[in-house]
């Protein structure tokens, strides 16, 4: 169902995930608010851009020719009470025009409707797409207080020894990404929520940070 939304994106960004892709399908997400109103949830094909997978199930303006959104549906972005459009692949923030990155199986494309009033303008990665970015390439690493939450979580993630990392911990601690200069991801969560994960992945979905 096409939406129509007005708003102003701040910036593009890249996936770790992402690049040509042919065959098979993605996922595009639309929300509000750090993902606390879920607008739009829907499936397209792969191998689209990122531009014409979003403008495939909701109703788009674009500016600067077309490279940048500046509305999705009704709702809109106001550069005086700094509230724009961001988005995310795979759960990392892209660095580039939604025009210019392609979508490959599997991919979860989320646009956030949100404010960056508090000096917020960048998120590097969120946790909303969980197990993305991270599962099948990532190396699960816990204290001596939770090797049982760390070798659960490890196994729903198909772990091996890949570049991204996720630090399992005894103490109390709100789940959250980190993403380096070579874009290599960090997760920590705690041992708790590590369980609770490993069981409903979906725990995490639409979440900047941390778990119900």
Not at 49 to 54: K, R
Not at 78 to 90: G, I
Not at 152 to 179: D, T
Request: charged content about 25%.
């Amino acid at each position: 169902m096409k939406l129509k939304l007005l708003a102003v994106c701040a910036a593009a960004v890249l996936s770790a995930g992402c690049g040509a892709g042919g065959g098979g399908t993605a996922q595009v997400w639309i929300t509000r608010d750090r993902g606390r109103h879920v607008v739009s949830m829907d499936t397209v094909p792969a191998g689209l851009t990122a531009m014409q997978a979003l403008d495939r199930v909701a109703d788009v303006k674009t500016r600067y020719g077309g490279r940048f959104v500046q509305g999705i549906g009704g709702l809109q972005g106001s550069l005086s009470a700094r509230r724009d459009w961001f988005y995310f692949v795979n759960g990392i923030e892209a660095d580039r025009s939604a025009a210019e990155l392609r979508l490959h199986a599997g991919d979860v494309e989320w646009w956030d409707l949100r404010s960056w009033a508090n000096g917020e303008m960048s998120v590097p990665v969120v946790v909303g797409a969980w197990p993305k970015p991270v599962e099948g390439d990532v190396l699960v690493v816990s204290d001596r207080g939770a090797k049982d939450a760390g070798r659960a979580l490890a196994r729903s993630l198909h772990a091996n020894a890949g570049r991204h990392r996720v630090f399992v911990v005894s103490r109390p601690v709100v789940f959250h990404g980190e993403r380096n200069a070579a874009g290599k991801v960090t997760f920590t969560i705690s041992a708790a929520d590590a369980l609770r994960l490993a069981r409903n992945p979906k725990l995490a979905r639409f979440r900047y940070e941390g778990l119900p």
